[in-house]
């Protein structure tokens, strides 16, 4: 079975702690993305990445940072945890030559006090 | 901005209704609608797709109905079943594959 796995299901840190929230994918794919799910605004944005070391701004980069150092794994920092960056972050991975299909993890909740 | 907007918020539904979730968008350069739902603890996963020269897709009880010149499409559940109760997103593609997400609907079916 086919997925993509993160590796915290909740998390809590303090205001001004440095995050690391990490995402592996085991089906070879070359495109992998974070969002951030908040009620009421969907999911948003945050990076993106169609390769390698390579990464893309999303809607709401400020305040994250992005690292891929291998196809399989994308790893999202929160340089300096805020309480505003509380919520579900979720990582979604896609193959570019499959139709569109985007395969999500089951997320973490973060939670900054 | 958000460029999909989707409606309602919340929904509750009788078992055996239809259930019905409505998306708008602006950009005439998205290529490709799908919806996606979500169980509680779970993330979203693909239920149903459709391209802009559709104007109706239908899987099992899952209708996805697509106006091009609206800028609108919409999602029909029939026979609305208790395990349908989720959160149900829609989304377009904006190239390059990367989704725009509505504002998500939390669909309650009550049995």
């Known amino acids: 079975d086919v997925k993509v796995t993160q590796s915290s299901r909740y998390l809590v840190k303090r205001t001004g702690e440095k995050v690391f929230l990490e995402c592996v994918q085991d089906m070879d794919h070359e495109n992998m993305f974070w969002y951030r799910q908040d009620p009421g605004l969907g999911l948003r944005l945050i990076y993106f990445?169609?390769?390698?070391?390579?990464?893309e701004k999303g809607d709401i980069p400020e305040g994250y940072s992005v690292s891929r150092e291998k196809k399989e794994r994308f790893s999202l920092i929160l340089e300096s945890a805020s309480t505003n960056q509380t919520s579900m972050y979720l990582c979604?991975?896609?193959?570019?030559?499959?139709?569109?299909?985007?395969?999500f993890g089951s997320g973490t909740r973060l939670t900054v006090v | 901005q958000q460029q999909v907007k989707q409606s309602p918020q919340s929904l509750i539904v009788q078992k055996g209704g239809i259930s019905i979730i409505n998306c708008a968008y602006e950009n005439t350069a998205f290529d490709y609608f799908p919806w996606y739902q979500q169980f509680p603890g779970k993330g979203p996963a693909l239920l149903i797709a459709?391209?802009?020269?559709?104007s109706e897709k239908k899987e099992g009880r899952f209708t996805i109905s697509f106006n091009k010149s609206a800028k609108q499409f919409s999602l029909h559940i029939m026979d609305s079943q208790p395990g349908d109760s989720a959160t149900y997103f829609c989304?377009?593609?904006?190239?390059?594959?990367?989704?725009?997400f509505g504002q998500g609907t939390r669909l309650t079916i009550n049995p």
């Open positions: 979604a991975s896609s193959s570019s030559t499959a139709n569109y299909g985007y395969t």
């Open positions: 459709i391209r802009p020269d559709v």
């Open positions: 990445s169609y390769d390698v070391k390579m990464k």
């Open positions: 989304a377009a593609f904006q190239g390059a594959q990367k989704l725009v």
